[in-house]
């Protein structure tokens, strides 16, 4: 069977590929096996066209990894669907053949969300990149999923609106927190999502709804497990008259966190509040040569008019002051502003720079506010502990942070290491009432963690719900529960 199917395929290869390459993808197949590859892939080309479908061997293993340390898990074939019609087609003809599917953003998810733990075929979403309606008046707009954040807010130029955050990812998406407008609330108002069967639903019609269940939120943080997203409508918010960008070092992590308690308290409409550990400073000051004194920092961001940022800044500069804050710079220009935050944006690059030719991995998790000081200490003393090289960035205002771990991932000690070290930290969050990961999701990595966390009754209802939307288990198999 596997030698015919073999054959087949051979024949179907738009790309050079190995024979053992292919052979061992076949091997893993259990789902394929079922269906005739050779029809699937026609079909696949009768609803994307020959360019809409890639068996390639570069093409697949690139689809099957992310951003994680876990290892690559490639799809048997990538496709391309333009529209909602074609996504539903080809879900269609997988749910007949009972082939998993995967749907892929931009492959930058944390937690080895679009591995191919069965095989089966990726959904790309690249192709679907159009801004569809925008509705000043009602400060939302709809797009499919290939649309950027960046490409959005270009869109949006002169409209004097803008959007905050990235796409709706399924993920947590980019939500640094403790903003004003939008903080504890969702971006988006209604999807669209192609379920497994290939049944196009739309989550819910109106901006403000009390109708029925809340299935933009259970679709928003399904990981793709649920339904493919199709559409999108996110809430959009005028752009602030003016900004202002600070910048404060602390003398440790309770100084800083006490500093944004008492900031949020005062009623402070902050828009950014931002944190970095004294490692992660030291590295941003040697990679974009700062002089940032090698301390706990914070950094601030105000939206908002002229006159009302004068007083957040004297108010916000007075509390850190009073929790022995120093060296508190604060600019209104976009060049000072770009230079204060420096720091802060080359976090990441910052980090891979402290061990070149290593990889980084950044987990996170999040805790009530008040319980940040003492788990970033144990954290830091963890690492020490453990000869690991993880610097700290944290959305201080809502309690999540996120250790930007540099590791050399051809050191299988090293790996490991790093590996406790994560569920070490996701256990101390759940010791202090918290989460283990506040934005980077569950995928392949956590899924225990979630068990943890939830306990056995939660997450059978969760396995209901899954069984429910997808009775063949055919939707990202192997991530979240
Ligand atoms: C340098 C760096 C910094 C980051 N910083 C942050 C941060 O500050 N905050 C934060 O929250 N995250 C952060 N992330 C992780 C972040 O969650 C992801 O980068 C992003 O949200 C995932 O989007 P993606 O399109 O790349 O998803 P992918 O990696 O492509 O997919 C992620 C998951 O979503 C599913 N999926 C993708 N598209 C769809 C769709 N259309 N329908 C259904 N399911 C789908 C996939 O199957 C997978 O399970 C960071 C990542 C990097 C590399």
Not at 201 to 212: D, N, V
Not at 409 to 423: A, G, L, S
């Given at each position: ?44 080309r ?54 998993p ?14 591995g ?71 971006h ?71 500093s ?36 706990p ?26 929790n ?5 710079s ?8 770009a ?9 990441w ?133």
């Amino acid at each position: 069977m596997a030698l015919a199917l073999l054959r087949h395929m051979r024949c179907l290869c738009t790309l050079p590929r190995t024979v053992a390459a292919l052979q061992s993808s076949i091997d893993k197949r259990s789902y394929a096996e079922r269906g005739s590859l050779e029809r699937v892939v026609s079909a696949f080309r009768a609803v994307v066209g020959d360019d809409g479908v890639s068996l390639g061997a570069a093409v697949r293993e690139q689809h099957g990894k992310d951003e994680s340390v876990h290892s690559c898990q490639p799809p048997d074939v990538v496709v391309w669907p333009r529209s909602v019609e074609e996504v539903s087609a080809l879900a269609k003809i997988c749910h007949h053949h009972r082939l998993p599917i995967i749907p892929f953003g931009t492959g930058t998810g944390l937690e080895g969300g679009v591995g191919a733990m069965k095989g089966g075929v990726c959904f790309s979403l690249r192709k679907m990149d159009s801004v569809l309606d925008l509705h000043q008046e009602d400060f939302d707009v709809t797009v499919e999923p290939g649309v950027t954040r960046k490409a959005l807010n270009a869109y949006l130029r002169d409209t004097g609106l803008w959007f905050p955050v990235g796409w709706c990812s399924p993920t947590a998406a980019w939500l640094p927190p403790a903003r004003r407008a939008p903080t504890g609330r969702r971006h988006q108002v209604n999807l669209e999502v192609v379920l497994a069967d290939g049944t196009i639903i739309h989550t819910q019609r109106s901006r403000k709804t009390a109708a029925g269940y809340n299935l933009t939120n259970l679709f928003v943080g399904s990981e793709g497990t649920l339904g493919v997203l199709t559409k999108a409508t996110l809430r959009l918010y005028g752009v602030p008259e003016a900004l202002v960008s600070a910048v404060c070092s602390f003398p440790s992590v309770q100084a800083a966190v006490d500093s944004t308690v008492h900031i949020l308290q005062a009623g402070i409409p902050i828009a950014r509040i931002e944190f970095l550990d004294d490692v992660m400073i030291d590295a941003c000051n040697r990679y974009s040569a700062l002089s940032y004194p090698v301390s706990p920092t914070l950094f601030l961001e105000f939206h908002g008019t002229e006159r009302g940022l004068e007083e957040q800044v004297s108010i916000t500069e007075e509390i850190t002051q009073g929790n022995c804050g120093s060296d508190f710079s604060w600019a209104r220009d976009t060049e000072t502003r770009a230079r204060l935050w420096k720091a802060r944006h080359d976090a990441w690059y910052a980090a891979l720079a402290l061990r070149p030719g290593c990889r980084a991995y950044a987990t996170d998790v999040c805790v009530p506010i008040s319980h940040l000081p003492q788990i970033i200490v144990e954290t830091k003393k963890d690492l020490t502990e453990n000869h690991l090289t993880g610097p700290i960035a944290g959305h201080v205002g809502d309690g999540n942070f996120h250790c930007l771990m540099v590791l050399d991932p051809h050191d299988p000690d090293e790996v490991k290491r790093v590996h406790h070290f994560t569920e070490r930290l996701a256990r101390r969050a759940l010791a202090l009432d918290g989460t283990c990961t506040g934005e980077h999701g569950v995928g392949l990595g956590k899924r225990a963690l979630l068990r943890e966390e939830l306990g056995p009754l939660a997450m059978e209802v969760m396995q209901g719900l899954k069984a429910a939307l997808d009775p063949k288990n055919l939707m990202n198999p192997g991530k979240v529960l």
